[in-house]
T-cell receptor
């Protein structure tokens, strides 16, 4: 079974630009979460989607947005990039069945903002 | 979700058992204990979870105290590839409101040859 796939793995942008990151969850998983990881703040929750609906949102500015498609694939977008947005962006999916719903993470997309 | 406290770092000799503690003194009765690890520059990897009873799988064992205020993750025979940051998380079981997993700073485990 293929794992969570994130693209691109690495990208470099300049301040003021926007970026779109993509995540394909494990087949059959309908829940997709996004996290930002930086050396200073650690892993921080961005948002979670389930069946194309955002269910939960972390404490990030409106420049960070996301969406989920009918095939459960998800994208996140960051507009008007700032230097502080340089981070590893991680996507995770979890199964619908079972009570505890552990997360399965992708390898991440490493964004560098110059 | 309850907060957890873990040591910042630990060392372990290769081939020996690595015991990683976690305090979660305010855990609620319906909250599970999860363990994840993150090897450098990779996404976190699920290890194990439990509610009350001790759990074991192919990767590790999880020992939860009777009062559930603390737990220990045991890697029975640590290898160099177990060097990683280990996160202990407590949260309720699946809910319909998308409660997120809250990751603390974790414990940086270094397995030494």
């Amino acid at each position: 079974k293929a794992g969570v796939t994130q693209t691109p793995r690495y990208l470099i942008k300049t301040r003021g630009q926007q970026v779109t990151l993509s995540c394909s969850p494990i087949s059959g998983h309908r829940s997709v979460s996004w996290y930002q990881q930086t050396p200073g703040q650690g892993l921080q929750f961005l948002f979670e989607y389930f069946s194309e609906t955002q269910r939960n949102k972390g404490n990030f500015p409106g420049r960070f947005s996301g969406r989920q498609f009918s095939n459960s694939r998800s994208e996140m977008n960051v507009s008007t990039l700032e230097l502080g947005d340089s981070a590893l962006y991680l996507c995770a999916s979890r199964p619908d069945r079972g009570p505890t719903g552990e997360l399965f993470f992708g390898e991440g997309s490493r964004l560098t903002v110059l | 979700d309850a907060k957890t406290t873990q040591p910042t770092s630990m060392d372990c000799a290769e081939g020996r058992a690595a015991n990683l503690p976690c305090n979660h003194s305010t855990i609620s009765g319906n909250e599970y204990v999860y363990w994840y690890r993150q090897i450098h520059s990779q996404g976190p990897q699920y290890i194990i979870h439990g509610l009350k009873n001790n759990e074991t799988n192919e990767m590790a064992s999880l020992i939860i105290t009777e009062d559930r205020k603390s737990s220990t993750l045991i890697l029975p025979h640590a290898t160099l590839r177990d060097t990683a940051v280990y996160y202990c998380i407590v949260r309720v079981a699946r809910d319909n409101y998308g409660q997120n997993f809250v990751f603390g700073p974790g414990t940086r485990l270094s397995v030494l040859p």
